[in-house]
């Protein structure tokens, strides 16, 4: 186990002991009366953690497969959708929609820009026929937050569903479903929540599931369709409330993650979260380093930052693992070799582990010969 990487990255994460041997119990069945506990505690939790009285449910299936679960169950193809990007994610989102067959509509702020309410206002204007706003909440490719709430209640007055890729701000990033007035709310196990890699975990209010039923005909099949998983929470409800095979030992895993993330508080974990942010900024900019992003947009949970002047970033990231066994992230796209990015969730947020990295990064400033302002340009 030791010489295992220590994962700083923006998500998956590494995660306590006990969550592993969560996942080393013998198998269990997806159904019973035990079993049927057990999801519909995760499930309740989940709904805790989102702020929502909405349906839960929890898909075996990576985060995108939440996020077009969302997208397909509740628009028809051809639908008009609006899905302001500014990053790899947002530009996922407009990827699944218009897999769809729906009619994306998308603008991009600047470069280290947070979306605000006003551009998605200002759009929501020129297209009239909009039926849903898509949104990142935290861009995890650049570490930047958009104003979900003011986009959820733009979404709102128009008429219009607002539908949040909470994927790696749910549990991290103070969010508040129901208050807010998102629709449909997709996140995963395996970022803030620190559970295992496997479930995405989708919440849907009472306009989301007003949709579902609105005769209409919906891009989404079977599997990733929200009125199939809802049709088996009320058919199957007491013995195997999902409609297939889910993985067991990660459901079991994620209950766990879920009572300890309870236990905290989520209120607490986002401010832990943001703590780990602060110790991680304020060191990397004491070596001279530039962040990506002011503070006033910059993710509690994950760091964007420039090299040095002259550093070259991939030799740095490949230095860390081989030298430290902590992988941290690169920077995506057009920001490959220029940025690199550092987690603050599962373990990364460890006081200790921030500080072993911040050493690290100060030994390898130092041996590269690297100082001054890192350098936007
Ligand atoms: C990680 C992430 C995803 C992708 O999740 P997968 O589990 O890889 O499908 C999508 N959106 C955001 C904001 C993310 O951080």
Same mark, same amino acid.
């Given at each position: 186990?030791?010489d295992?990487?220590?994962?700083m990255?923006p998500?998956?994460?590494?995660? &306590?002991?006990?969550i592993?041997e969560?996942?080393?119990?013998?198998?269990?069945?997806?159904?019973?009366?035990?079993?049927?506990?057990?999801?519909?505690?995760?499930?309740?939790?989940?709904?805790?953690?989102?702020?929502?009285?909405?349906?839960?449910?929890?898909?075996?299936?990576?985060?995108?497969?939440?996020v077009?679960?969302?997208?397909?169950?509740?628009?028809?193809?051809?639908?008009? $959708?609006?899905?302001p990007?500014?990053?790899?994610f %947002?530009?996922?989102?407009? @990827?699944?929609a218009?897999?769809?067959?729906?009619?994306?509509?998308?603008?991009?702020?600047?470069?280290?820009?947070?979306?605000?309410?006003?551009?998605?206002?200002?759009?929501?204007?020129?297209?009239?026929g909009?039926?849903?706003?898509?949104?990142v909440?935290?861009?995890?490719?650049?570490g930047? /937050?958009?104003?979900?709430?003011?986009?959820c209640?733009?979404? #709102?007055?128009?008429?219009?569903?607002?539908? $949040?890729?909470?994927?790696?701000? $749910?549990a991290g990033?103070?969010? @508040?479903?129901?208050?807010?007035?998102?629709?449909?709310?997709?996140?995963?196990?395996n970022?803030?929540i620190?559970?295992?890699?496997?479930?995405?975990?989708?919440?849907? %209010?009472?306009?989301?599931?007003?949709?579902?039923?609105?005769?209409?005909?919906k891009?989404?099949?079977?599997?990733?369709n929200?009125a199939?998983?809802?049709r088996?929470?009320?058919?199957?409800?007491?013995?195997?409330?999902?409609?297939?095979?889910?993985?067991?030992?990660v459901?079991?895993?994620? &209950?766990?993650?879920l009572? #300890?993330?309870?236990e905290?508080?989520?209120?607490?974990?986002?401010? #832990? /979260?943001?703590?780990?942010?602060d110790?991680v900024?304020?060191?990397?900019?004491?070596?001279?380093?530039?962040?990506?992003a002011?503070?006033?947009?910059?993710?509690?949970?994950?760091t964007?930052?420039f090299g040095l002047?002259?550093?070259?970033?991939s030799?740095?990231?490949e230095?860390?693992?081989?030298?430290?066994?902590?992988?941290?992230? %690169?920077g995506?796209?057009?920001?490959?070799?220029? /940025?690199? #990015?550092?987690?603050?969730?599962?373990?990364?947020?460890?006081?200790?582990?921030? &500080?072993?990295?911040?050493?690290?990064?100060?030994?390898y400033?130092e041996?590269?010969?690297?100082? %001054?302002?890192g350098?936007?340009?």
């Open positions: 186990m030791e295992r990487e220590f994962l990255i998500g998956p994460v590494s995660v &306590d002991d006990e592993l969560a996942l080393a119990l013998p198998v269990r069945a997806h159904y019973g009366d035990d079993w049927t506990r057990l999801y519909k505690h995760a499930a309740s939790s989940m709904r805790e953690v989102f702020k929502t009285s909405g349906d839960v449910h929890l898909v075996f299936g990576s985060g995108m497969a939440g077009e679960m969302c997208i397909a169950s509740v628009l028809s193809p051809g639908d008009e $959708v609006l899905i990007s500014n990053g790899l %947002g530009d996922r989102m407009v @990827e699944v218009t897999a769809n067959r729906l009619q994306v509509h998308t603008f991009h702020p600047g470069l280290a820009e947070a979306i605000t309410a006003a551009q998605v206002r200002a759009a929501l204007a020129e297209h009239p909009v039926r849903a706003v898509c949104i909440h935290h861009e995890t490719s650049v930047i /937050l958009n104003e979900v709430e003011g986009i209640r733009a979404a #709102r007055e128009h008429g219009a569903l607002a539908i $949040v890729d909470g994927i790696s701000s $749910v990033v103070p969010f @508040e479903m129901d208050a807010w007035g998102a629709d449909l709310c997709v996140t995963v196990a970022k803030c620190g559970g295992a890699i496997g479930v995405a975990p989708v919440a849907a %209010g009472p306009r989301a599931l007003a949709a579902l039923d609105d005769g209409r005909p891009a989404a099949g079977w599997y990733l929200l199939t998983w809802r088996y929470t009320e058919l199957w409800g007491d013995w195997h409330p999902h409609p297939t095979t889910i993985p067991t030992n459901i079991e895993a994620f &209950d766990l993650a009572i #300890r993330l309870l905290e508080g989520v209120d607490n974990r986002c401010r #832990r /979260l943001a703590a780990a942010r110790r900024r304020d060191g990397l900019e004491e070596m001279g380093f530039e962040m990506l002011p503070i006033s947009v910059a993710s509690p949970v994950t964007a930052a002047p002259g550093m070259d970033v030799d740095y990231l230095w860390l693992l081989k030298n430290h066994r902590i992988r941290i992230g %690169g995506l796209g057009e920001l490959r070799g220029r /940025l690199f #990015r550092v987690g603050h969730m599962g373990r990364a947020a460890e006081p200790e582990a921030i &500080d072993r990295y911040l050493r690290a990064t100060a030994d400033v041996n590269a010969g690297l100082t %001054g302002a350098r936007k340009g």
